[in-house]
């Protein structure tokens, strides 16, 4: 995607979505992305254009169709091939017109009451029912975005926000200034909760990549450059915000780069705790039962567990799942032991009746210590049990292999986000057990050797019940064990190296960084 800041503050921008399109049983037909105009940032949108790359066809405009009101034939001779933009503010399912001129929001200043509106773009492409790439092209001009000031102009372009249900493995994109701004007097920030890395141009130019963007994460970009005697700016406000925002990214970055190193340092923990289980188990593949045996007898290992289970803690956090209880408890515990240890003291060295130090000191140290022992450090939140109860639900699923028995062709990757579940859950070795009864091959070796990859949890798990049931040992051996291992590791975590990197100390740059951000950018979706 592109953004190239007008001379008038407006954003002209081309985004190229490339879609990967899975069977589903009814046919994919329209794609759409929404967009939340307001009066103090994003007035209206205009000058749309949507090109097919794949094909070359240019789409024209047209009303709003509904996929599901025509068949295949229908829908390809009468809608495919053209986009819509629509006001959905009052409903998604009956949208409104909307005429880019006539319908757009009369300007207002930051920090004034906005008026806001819900618009759709939308494309119909031809009946599709599957398909590994379609690269659709959407080009736009967002108006009335930027705020010229007393010293600089400022404004802050989305093109994914938190309401984006939309997952992308990877965006890249690139934010232009006019002709007469360059970095030394312009000043650019990402905000996002993935993966993402920047640079500046000569230019001035801010280019970006997120990697692994999940829905519901946003993209943000705020952007600042020097005011010019020039300016055609049509939103003005008094008052000099260039150190006010300088000072608002550096807080916001600090935030962001200690909120990661937290995060980076908790999956080293985590990282580091499964491979010291490895190999002191001698496997590359365990439940995490296995891992509390094989630490629990090693000295070292009371260690590694406190520290993985701190780092679980912390994610448990992070997720707002859970909230720490038990405090007022715990402190009545402690003052109920510190009063048997001063009445026993009383009643044997003051009084010398030890008999009432059995009687009524030591059992209240035994009830005050047991208290202490059995409250819960932590608990649920609201939040915490949705969680909790899609987690159990999984289990029981799982569970009960007879689901599965539909699926039919054996999905290693498919089965291997699975097995990486059964090990947290303690039940891989079910899992395996029930698998070779669906699919006897898995007892093979050969055949794991050709049909899976060495780099799966279904592979090793297979090996070591192969081995063991033909009454060998199996243990982490030469490279091809540690290697895959090691490509496990990287799997579950999305980049060791940027992991390590968030987990070293930082300082902040103008560069890119987390933050929260406020919404209203694009959210994408497909019918």
Known sequence: MRAQMLDNGDLRITQTFDYR?????????????????????LTTISDISVTDLTTGRTYTQDTVHSPGSYGDVGWDSTCAGRWYIADITQSESHPDPFDPELDALTATAVGEPAQTKDVEIGWNIPSTRSAKSMRIELAMTWHGVATAYDDVVALEWEPFSALNSTPAARVTGT?????????????????????????????????FTVTDLPGGEYINVVVMAERQPTSAVSREQAGRMKQRILEQERREARIASNARQREARGRLVIGLALLRASERIGLPVFDFGQMQAALKDWRQGYAWLRGFEDACNAEYQALHATVPVGVGARMLGGAAMIAAWLTAFIYTAAVGQIALALVISLPLLFAATFAVAISPRQAFTAQGEAYADQVGGLMRYMEDFSEFGDRGVFDTVLWGRYMVYAAAFGISDKLMEQMERAYPQLADPEWANVHTSNDSLVYWSARRRATRARGGAFGMHGMHAGGSFGSMVSNSFSSVGSTIRDA??????????????????????AR
């Open 175 to 207: 934010f232009a200034f006019p002709k007469d701004i360059s970095e030394s007097n312009s000043w650019a920030w990402l905000h996002t909760g993935a993966a993402s890395e920047t640079t500046r141009l000569d230019d001035g130019s801010l280019q």
């Open 21 to 41: 399109l899975e069977s589903r049983g009814t046919p994919w037909r329209q794609m759409f992305q929404q967009y939340t105009l307001s009066s103090d940032r």
């Open 504 to 525: 070293m100390p930082q300082s902040s740059s103008s560069g890119g960084h987390s933050g929260s951000r406020r919404s209203g950018g694009g959210r994408g979706g």
